[in-house]
């Protein structure tokens, strides 16, 4: 090879993102890695939560940096401005909407796969090889066929929506990957209890369906769908020229955790050719443990499960996962072929199958690591053990409400969700809802304890989700009691 | 308060995932450290990629563990059978598809994202604004206004889908989030040069468009669009009764690096009405550059733009993100109220708005958190710079293929992608493509060199995409010297 007056030599310095010493780095690390061990070891001694105060939130408020002030500068913003400020949900006394509160080995897989940082969008590597052990691993958990597919997303969200999409895809009765929903003769219709999750919603939006896709079938004071009541929506759908396309059914629904009858669904569904979907974000992982898997009976009849691994499987956000019964509806729901993405028959690019195949995503994080690292830490009895101890933990405190003549148990799910309000001597709806408002915020802000909100039947309630493997009993005792000294407090100011 | 007769004591011994002491996983953090910090400073010493062999293929076909192993079992598995079969992009010479080669100081801040573990979906505390604060300094580097609103996802894939659906909302003429597509009077067209990536095709069919929807408008010899071809497009649609909603421009196209005339896009679109989408996947960055930015003119006209942040901002997998010019038309398209997630005045459930309202995740994890450290470890103008020298290193390996005689350039973007074939004396096109079907994998096989392939008018090529800080010139003379060894000894073998 001779040079040519085309060959134009680099004349730059070149440079890169790596330290010319690492010692500076690698000692950083060492760092982050003691102060985020004493940060979880001694969780239960800070605060759940606290206010950010003004003069850090206006630090969040300066210009993009132009010249760099190097990691240690970086690391030192970390630990005074948001580490403090976090979320909560590590701490016991964190029983806000669903969140698990994380391990200390997830935390450090995931570092082990943004340091080897693969895509697993595309080619042939061991990284795609863990992912597709996970899937199996769940699917032989929950048990789908080993036949069946798979993929690991952020969330519920999106396994809802890959699910509904491949629903669409199989149910729809005409090519909507070619000529999407325009020649659509009727409005196809999806079905779950009134108690489904706003993320089903949101995905219908998402898939182009609108809400007016969604009928909320009436649930029972149990929570749960009625089925008599959803095959006369079907029905009457039917007969006014509608299409019944899929129904949702409920694992753990978000108010109560209230599972629907989930055979009683794949039966209906069975019957009426339609899609069977499980939103199980919360509860499908529950069918780990023998004594509550019968509860779930049904769920492994899905066309396709959506759940969540960062809940209460305690998995660093964000990892959700989606099981597809048909391999072949969910690929060809999603794949789509191009030139720069040719498949050979040997190194990097080889491999039939790749993994964004199976989704809207071409670009795909490591999440699957931590999955796999924190089940062969533990193994999945370890988890059905916690689910237990959760609802019994959900059990117990609503005993300490019920044996309590101030505070009243609003709503009871089978699992670990009680809702609950303080009442004392006042009388008036009203009222009772602005103190429980001003109960819930003082218990955030004083660190105490922190529970959401459920509003049911027009009371406001304090919700308390407990997916938390760090609560313990006294946390219980501690969170009632300093809710009778508030509640008790504010009445008074009141009066 | 007293006991009851509902008050059942919790009777189990309470357990957690935390360990006793918590000094073995410390000391397994640190060798974690170690090994990581090893890994990347001698990342050059290894090969590329290397197959992964059938005896650790067989490792992740067991069933899922039941009881746990412990961490350093489970840290000694990713040492042995997934760290060395890594995807390979850490590695000076990986220039396959469009992926980043990561940082040190990102994969730390994952583990420090995992290990405070925040939902970003939900709630007042500081991750939250660490996700606001970059998405500021994102505008601000690509010249959005401080008004819009943005959001950061999984990549370009799920930035495009956001993007286009609120294009959808602000555009259709109909009430999609209610009523979805089905009132449609018509087709809506989206439109994009015939080099558009197939996301952008994914993403209409996920939104229920389907790929009738997508109108490929015929590209130049330079791969741009050709916006006479455009414009007859709209003119005749319109005519034909479809409705034209949005025009995708491309900032840096998968195959060549082609950066279509935004400005001449955001003008027709203006002119028509349209919504005017950019898919910046691999290029929208390069306004950082003060050099680079002219060829990016008309991007900050754009109404919804999308780009990655683990592409040439080399952030670990997996950051895109998406900005939008009308807040509120983002805002309104993904927001869904629900009264398990209430906004309270005060307190961990405060903020009017939520990070979910802008995007279909309500779970949502913190990868905010290595951008904003990443940009206060360099800052932007090294980013810059790096682009710059990615380009230069792009029209270095393009004079050394162009000064061999036995190499040959099929294309040549204007930025970091080079297309080359080895031709030797070879003169049949078919016999080409097998040979450099052969040179591709060879390369990969023996861990010399990942680039991955286009095919080009009927050519099959080497596509090299340089977007890896680690690179440097005697890489791309290795590379040179490699492939036509190689191509040689396949040409002499199949003579």
């Not at 006394?93 to 697993?120: E, Q, T």
């Not at 780990?288 to 691994?309: K, T, V």
């Amino acid at each position: 090879m001779e040079a040519s007056t085309y060959l134009q030599p680099i004349t730059r310095t070149e440079q890169g993102l790596d330290p010319q010493d690492w010692s500076e780095l690698r000692q950083l690390g060492h760092r982050m890695v003691d102060d985020m061990i004493d940060h979880l070891a001694t969780i239960a001694q800070r605060p759940v939560w606290q206010p950010i105060p003004s003069e850090v939130r206006q630090r969040f408020r300066t210009s993009p940096p132009v010249d760099g002030e190097g990691a240690e500068k970086a690391y030192e913003d970390f630990r005074r401005y948001v580490l403090p400020y976090a979320e909560g949900n590590l701490h016991p006394r964190f029983w806000a909407w669903v969140i698990g509160a994380g391990s200390g080995l997830g935390m450090l897989a995931d570092m082990l796969a943004a340091g080897i940082n693969p895509n697993l969008g595309s080619g042939d590597h061991a990284p795609t090889l863990v992912e597709r052990q996970v899937i199996d691993w769940m699917k032989q958990a929950l048990g789908f066929p080993a036949e069946s597919s798979g993929l690991l997303v952020t969330g519920a969200s999106m396994a809802n929506i890959i699910g509904l999409a491949v629903a669409r895809h199989a149910k729809a009765g005409i090519n909507v990957k070619e000529d999407g929903l325009f020649p659509a003769p009727a409005r196809m219709m999806f079905y779950g209890s009134s108690e489904t999750h706003n993320s089903i919603i949101k995905g219908l939006q998402l898939l182009g369906f609108g809400k007016q896709s969604f009928c909320p079938i009436g649930a029972g004071t149990d929570f749960k769908i009625n089925i008599a009541a959803l095959q006369d929506a079907i029905s009457r759908h039917k007969h006014d020229g509608l299409k019944p396309l899929c129904v949702i059914g409920n694992a753990g629904t978000v108010n109560t955790g209230a599972v629907d009858d989930l055979a009683g669904l794949a039966d209906l569904c069975a019957e009426h050719g339609l899609w069977f979907h499980v939103d199980g974000a919360i509860g499908a992982p529950l069918a780990i443990s023998d004594s509550l898997r019968p509860m779930l009976r049904g769920m492994e009849r899905a066309d396709s499960l959506a759940f969540d691994l960062h809940k209460w499987m305690q998995m660093p956000y964000d990892v959700g996962c989606v099981l597809v019964r048909d391999e072949s509806q969910h690929r060809e729901a999603f794949s789509e072929a191009a030139g720069y993405l040719s498949r050979m028959p040997r190194g990097l690019c080889s491999g039939e199958r790749w993994l964004s195949d199976y989704g809207p995503e071409l670009s795909r994080g490591f999440r699957a690591l931590k999955v796999w690292m924190c089940l062969k830490e533990h193994g999945l009895r370890k988890y059905g053990e916690l689910f237990e101890q959760n609802i019994e933990q959900a059990r117990y405190l609503a005993g300490l409400v019920e044996s309590s003549e101030e505070l009243e148990l609003v709503a009871r799910g089978e699992l670990n969700i009680i809702c609950l309000r303080y009442r004392g001597r006042v009388r008036d709806e009203q009222s009772l809802n602005a103190l429980n408002r001003e109960l819930l915020m003082r218990l955030q802000e004083q660190g105490i304890a922190a529970p959401s909100v459920a509003i049911l039947g027009g009371k406001f309630a304090l919700r308390v989700s407990i997916c938390n493997h760090r609560s313990r009993s006294e946390d219980f005792d501690l969170f009632v009691r300093e809710a009778l000294r508030i509640g008790r407090e504010i009445e008074k100011s009141a009066a």
